[in-house]
Every structure is written in C-alpha cells, then in structure tokens.
C-alpha cells in the first residue's frame, strides 16, 4: 500500500474469461475466482464478533500483508520471519501442512503497512508462485515441491521503488507473469509454469516524470477470442499486451496530462464486460477503457471519466454492472461509490463511520453486499443493490492491524490480520479437518 507502504498487492481481473485451472469455490489469487473482487457462493455472514461467527483463528508466525490464496483444502500465506521470505501452507482448519524458506528478506519501509510480502501468491491449482520485494520469484507444487526459483533484481536491475513492492504475479495458459514498473528500466516478463524458463521480456517504457514512472498495480490477464492479453495500468497510461510475446497491442493516456510528478498508481485497474476500469491520480480520478482495438486508442475507446470517486490504494470491485469504491484519503475516507459500469454514474455514495483508520484492504462484493476492510480490521457490510447507500453491520474480532484483502470461500471469509488468520462463518459453514 502505501503511504508508510504499498499493500495494495492486487491482481486484477481475468475479465472475460477465467484462465486458471481452479473449481468453484476456491479464491486462486487476489481479486478471487473472476479477478474483480466478486465472490462465488452464498452463506457468507453479515454480522460477527470475537464471540460469535469464529470458527477458528490461527496465529501467525510470519509477517506480511499479502492476501491468502485458497484451491481445494489448501490456503497459501506468504510472508517474512528473521530476515527469511517464508511460503506457508494451511489447512482449512487453520493447522500449517508445510513451511518453506526462500532467500534473504528485504523488510518494509517503516511503519504498521510497511512489510516485505505485499504481493499476494496465485496458484493454478497444481502449482504456487509466490513473489517478494527482495525480487525473489517461485514456483512451488501445491504440496510443497520446489520447482524454480529467479531473483528478478539480480537479473533485470535493481527495484527503485520509493515505496514496498505491492505488485503480485498472475497467471496465463502458460506463463506467470510480473509487471516491474519504476523509475528505471521498467518491463513485463513471463516465465513457463512448471520449469521456469523466460518465455519472453517486453519494455514498458512510457515516458512518465519521477514517480510517477512508479507502479505498484497489479496486471489483469483477460481472453478475447483465441488471444489472451494483460491489462497494465501504470506510468500515466492504460497499456494492454498479447500474451503470447508480450507486445503491446494498445495504449491508452492522457492519465496524467499535467504531467504530475508524484502520480505514483497503487489501486490497480479491474476489468469486468469487455470494460477496464483505471484508478489513478491518488484517488481523483476513475477512467473506463473499451478493451479492444489497436495503437493508440486514446482518443476512441475511452468510455467515461469519473472525477473524485476512485480510491489511492484499494482497487474497485465489480459486479453485476456496478463498480464499488472504498475512498481512503482526507475529508473522504470511508466514503463509498457506487457507479453504472457502462456510463461512470453514480447510483449511490454513503459514509462510512468516521475514524482515524483508513482502509488499504480492497472490497468485496458477495452475497449481493459489499464487504470493506479498515486498517484496525473492522469489516462493514453494505447493500449491494438498490438506488441508496445502506450500511448493513460493522464487525470486529479483534483490534489488529489489517491490509489484505479478506477471502470469501464456500460461505466463510478468511481475514487476515498482522498476528492471526481467522475464519469467519457459521458452524454449519466449517470446513473441518
């Protein structure tokens, strides 16, 4: 995130089509099973407490603000513990079924969001890959197999970024691909699943001043017909790459056309009905792009621009043709956007409870209601649908320091807090085992 960091290690949508090898259920990586932060299934509760709706919470031996990924009846958790990257498996009972240690850590900037694995793990269901700020990229059975592992600072230049690594890997057919975007040689690189070979490096060079050169974004990987593409959003501009070579296919500015310094993109784009919604300008501006054509489609396929409504760090949700947004800086912290997907309309827009918190967790559309995460893990829940802003519960277990994203899996969510995992459902819900 950012602000002492970046957690906002998002990964965006598969947009028109889901590319892993996952069942109905599982959450393969950051924005869940569709990329846009909408989740499966029915059951998930609208109100708990420490006393009521925990099924079980586990603590954590590691530190890091990455959100779990789960396929079948594993959750995987990345995070760092005495200078060390660490991969840890769970169970669905919260119990740990494997460990592994991958390199030399690089801490996080200073402060409760600044830590060293902020980018969240994706997996396929037969493999893991994890990715950390010390550059170190790998590859792992679901059971714990080692595959490959690349430190993509030692072979590609040194990580620039002023603030903590946030971008997480995504996946292809057959590739896993990172984005590296900052002040310096900025590229895409996709690397084969099983033997970790470069499939191919592409430049993303576009010329944006300073920091604003830095992207902490997560790449969205969407099918369109036989060809697959990943959607960058970064650098003052909207880029989209064939995922075959990595080529760029088009482009999309005019993000920054002040030329502002500081533009530095945290909140990563979503992608929904052919749409790609565009954060950026720390939270003062939302773009929609019509994915599709060629070149330079700037001044043809944007669909809408809607001012003051997107948010810094937390990346929309989509679902059902409404865009959500949980805003997070100055006067406007807490305030949530609805809006028409097609048209940037606003539907509706309410306030969340004041407090010094802000939020860095993305929402979570599920069960027709919206789920928003602060930083001291306070979860509200808000109406979905209808024409006004409805604000349903407010939950806490705990007062513990929250940045990942939480987890809605088979009608239980799985939050994620600086010392514990908790899962959160009815007793019917519980996974067992």
Known sequence: MRMPSV???????????????????????????????????????????ADSGVLWKAPLTIRGASTPAVIGDRIFLTGTRDSSNVVQCLNRAGRLQWERVLGASVEGKPGKDGTGANPSPTTDGRYVFVYFKSGDLACFTVDGQPQWQHNLQQMYGQDTLWWDLGTSPV????????????????YLAAFEKGSGRLLWKHDRELGAPEEAAQSYATPCVVGRGDQQQIVVLGADHVTAHAAADGAELWRLGGLNPTGHKYFRSIASAAVSEGIVVAPYARGDSLTAVRLGGSGDVTKTHQLWSNAGTAADVPTPAIAAGRVYICRDNGDNRGVVDCLDLQTGRTIWSGQL??????????????????????????????????DSFQLLSENSVADEHTTATPVFVDGTILLRTESHLYLIGSAQRSAGG
């Open 7 to 49: 957690v906002s290690a998002v990964l965006c949508s598969f947009g028109l089509s889901a590319i892993a090898a996952v069942t109905a259920g599982d959450w393969p990586a950051w924005r869940g099973p569709g990329g846009s932060g909408q989740a499966e299934g029915s059951g998930y509760l609208q109100q708990w407490s």
């Open 353 to 386: 409870p004041k407090n010094r918190h802000t939020f860095r967790a993305s929402p979570v559309v599920a069960d027709g209601r919206v789920y928003l995460t602060r930083q001291d893990g306070t979860v509200f829940v808000v109406n979905a649908g209808g």
């Open 171 to 186: 996946l292809t057919d057959s590739a896993v691909v990172v984005a590296c975007m900052h002040s310096g040689p900025s």
